[in-house]
């Protein structure tokens, strides 16, 4: 069963622009992770927001995070064409540690 | 730091036959996860391992199984291939499992 589940599944935009993707989850999260991924190749951890957090910021990522409603979104600010990826999200439970990811947003920058 | 490194990065195996995967975590990481990433989908968790020993599984049959070794290298080994097990398999270190999981590039498995 998935855990994370990211939307849209797919988003073009302009490079310069600002990108929101978000991500709905089932159960209780002890912490809530963003991965990118580009073509074929393995994931990199972006941010971890921890439940009793609200925003975090790395860079011109902004991460926000609604235990209330069960959903986290990601801004990428000022886009730029390398950050053409897909990006995911994935939580632990509590007592239950494996990470469950969505199948990912697909994220272009068009040049 | 190297980070957590994978081997093979690529493979083909005919069906039938066995695979051995390998992964050294991140140098302070004791916690290793696997997962299966089909074209087009997320990874999903194989199984974890920590202090030598499977923790967790996920809905993966028995041919899928796992090694961790003293030194927190790990081993995921798949018998009697199927086409299904064309995919990318990749390795997860953490420090423990309320810490990031940071992930090695891959082995693409492709079976024929």
């Known amino acids: 069963s998935q855990q994370g589940e990211e939307d849209p599944q797919a988003l073009s935009i302009q490079e310069g622009e600002n990108a929101t993707m978000n991500c709905s989850y089932k159960?209780?999260?002890?912490?809530l992770q963003w991965y990118r991924q580009n073509s074929g190749r393995g994931l990199v951890h972006l941010i971890l927001?921890?439940?009793?957090?609200r925003e975090k910021h790395s860079g011109r990522l902004r991460v926000t995070l609604d235990t209330s409603k069960k959903s986290s979104s990601l801004l990428i600010t000022a886009s730029r064409a390398a950050d053409t990826a897909s990006y995911f999200c994935?939580?632990?439970?509590?007592?239950?540690?494996?990470?469950?990811f969505g199948t990912g947003t697909r994220l272009t920058i068009i040049p | 730091d190297a980070g957590v490194t994978q081997s093979p990065t690529h493979l083909i195996k005919t069906r039938g036959q066995q695979v051995t995967l390998r992964c050294s975590p991140k140098?302070?990481?004791?916690?290793v996860s696997w997962y299966q990433q089909a074209l087009g989908q997320g990874p999903q968790f194989i199984f974890q391992?920590?202090?030598?020993?499977?923790?967790q599984r996920g809905n993966f049959p028995d041919r899928f199984s796992g090694h961790q070794f003293p030194n927190y290298s790990s081993e995921l080994n798949v018998n009697a291939l199927l086409l299904g097990d064309s995919a990318l398999y990749l390795c997860?270190?953490?420090?423990?499992?309320?810490?990031?999981?940071?992930f090695g590039q891959g082995t693409r498995l492709t079976v024929v």
């Open positions: 997860a270190s953490s420090r423990d499992w309320n810490t990031e999981a940071f």
């Open positions: 159960t209780s999260i002890n912490n």
């Open positions: 927001i921890r439940s009793n957090e």
């Open positions: 994935a939580g632990p439970n509590f007592g239950n540690e494996k990470l469950t």
């Open positions: 140098s302070g990481h004791d916690t």
């Open positions: 391992y920590y202090e030598e020993e499977e923790r």
